[in-house]
């Protein structure tokens, strides 16, 4: 399988001076005006701000789904966006580099356990067998292999997050975009899930932004990006031991 | 790569099986709208076999027996058979009416076309060209040959007008073109059940003949006599049945016919043309009609369940999208589920319609060929229907997967 991405992942993703403008002339809304961003191999981590400030806009474009106005965005070395997309296939793009993990798991209803993560590498040409093996490797890793065969109505809260972050990174994609992961979760579970992004960076060495408001989970970041209007201030964090 | 598609169908099969059922009855109703036009075409068609004639000569200028009303002499059947290429000629009537059957605890009435025979065995013109129980007319009065379709057993007593016959026999899919059975009865008892008046008529009738001094002549003795016994007897029959010699060409034995007789003679083409191009013409269209309307009913019922199971997967199929899922793929996906709905739909139609065919009062016949043809318009329809919903699809943004 070709999708260790050896290149990217000895860099992370690096972003600068990225804006993003919404509506022309007097309408025109700035919601990103200035982020500057770097995340490296086998990091997490957090991005923090209030409602309006631009986090799901920084998100998506993170996440190749709308294009920024301005900037330069890099995955490891390859520089996917400088003031244009320089890659032609965005959805390849997002299949093979860049996981997500959303704030509800948004599992595939009428697949099982397995194939909702196999699916990924399915799609990217991988044989069924192939895929399932990675996935179910992958499951077991999360500690929810004995759920493999399962639905995803038949699973927990808890269950159902891990399941949705093998999916994010069953392709070993460099970069991993995690969408207020632990919002539907208690504390106990909301940490642990925050424990498994941590090993899982590490193991698979991807990097790994958090959007986040729990304020259960920013103690236990090293580092934050707080974004206020549309300009990313870099602050530590306190880097709290979450077991 | 996972068959989206099965995967949701098996998913949610009670949904599909239902929606299915649903789509497969109204299915079901297309194909026998299609089996009943099929069937008034095969009546017309048993309708002109079971008469065993290769010409009909009838009154001139009519579209008769069948289609308008004709009357001709029946002693008219002697002079074409004398004709060049005739080897058999008899006459025949048809009289669609209530048949009643009596000496019966409940008495029931059918309606049924009788028609009026020669007694001259089976073969002969006008003759049931096969039985199912029974014998053939033998006798010139008082007997009867019914389809079963009537409902009549054998040894039955039925009464036609006046007059009371026996079940001597029972054949089967002998009907009318309107799809009534038949009853065979002799000719001679035919013609006075057309025309016969009831006994007040008939005095009226002879009192006024008597009082007409043009037909009552003193100096005339036994005029009135003449007249009043030619007034009681019907002379008429409302065709030839003719069969020509093997290999003869029915244009040409006609020809003569319609020169020197001064009569309408139909050919087999001909009369079938009549059946179909005029008879049941406006029945087919009406069955056109329906058959358009539930074709786009149908599509809209598809429509309208694919676009609403595709708008209840919005989400996913923006998480779908955002995961690089090719639009090909998800496109396919409605595509096949369409298809697959129109597949449960038609396999569930054609199996009602094949049970319920049998139940309807007039022949529905269920063809392979407009089976194919409703298999091949469902899934076309099917494939129509399922763009609203693709298009939908398409549409959905893959931000949508992403909170804010």
Known sequence: ?243 | MISLAGRDILHAWGKFVFTGIGLGLLIGVTLTMAGVYRGMVDDAHVLLDNSGADLWVVQQDTLGPYAESSSIYDDTYRGILGMTGVVRAANVTYLTMQVRQTGVAVQRDVRAMVVGITPEGPGHPGQPSYLVAGRHITRGHYEAVADIATGFALGDRIQIRRNLFTVVGLTRRMVSSGGDPMVFIPLKDAQEAQFLKDNDAIVRQRARTAENQELNRPGVPGLLEALIASQSTNPYVNAVLVQIQPGADPETVAEPIRRWKRLTVYTRAQMQEILIAKLIATSAKQIGMFLVILAIVSAAVVAFIIYTLTLGKIREIAVLKLIGTKNRTISAMILQQSVALGLIGFIVGKIVATFWAPIFPKYVLLEPGDALRGFVAVMIICVLASIVAIRAALNVDPAEAIGG
């Open chain 1, 1 to 243: 399988m070709d999708n260790q991405h050896p290149e990217i992942s000895a860099q992370g993703i690096r972003i600068e001076a990225l804006s993003k403008r919404y509506g022309h002339g007097d309408t025109a809304v700035d919601a990103l005006k200035h982020v500057d961003l770097s995340v490296a191999p086998g990091e997490v981590v957090g991005l923090i701000g209030p409602s309006g400030s631009g986090k799901s806009t920084l998100l998506k474009c993170l996440g190749a789904v709308i294009e920024p106005s301005t900037g330069r965005m890099m995955l490891g070395n390859e520089v996917i966006y400088d003031n244009k997309w320089k890659i032609k296939d965005l959805r390849a793009l997002r299949r093979d580099k860049i996981g997500f993990v959303f704030q509800a798991p948004y599992l595939i209803p009428f697949l099982n356990v397995t194939d909702n993560i196999a699916l990924l590498p399915m799609l990217a040409g991988q044989s069924n067998r192939e895929a399932r093996k990675q996935a179910v490797e992958l499951l077991e890793a999360l500690d929810v292999g004995h759920r493999a065969t399962a639905m995803p109505s038949q699973l927990s809260g808890g269950e159902q997050q891990r399941v949705a972050i093998a999916r994010g990174l069953v392709n070993r994609p460099p970069v991993i975009l995690a969408d207020e992961p632990t919002a539907p979760l208690d504390s106990e579970r909301a940490l642990a899930v925050i424990r498994i992004l941590n090993d899982m960076a590490r193991k698979f060495e991807t990097a790994i932004i958090v959007v986040t408001h729990d304020e259960k989970i920013i103690p236990t970041f090293k580092r934050i990006y707080n974004i206020r209007d549309g300009v990313t201030y870099e602050e530590k964090g306190e880097g709290r031991n979450f077991t």
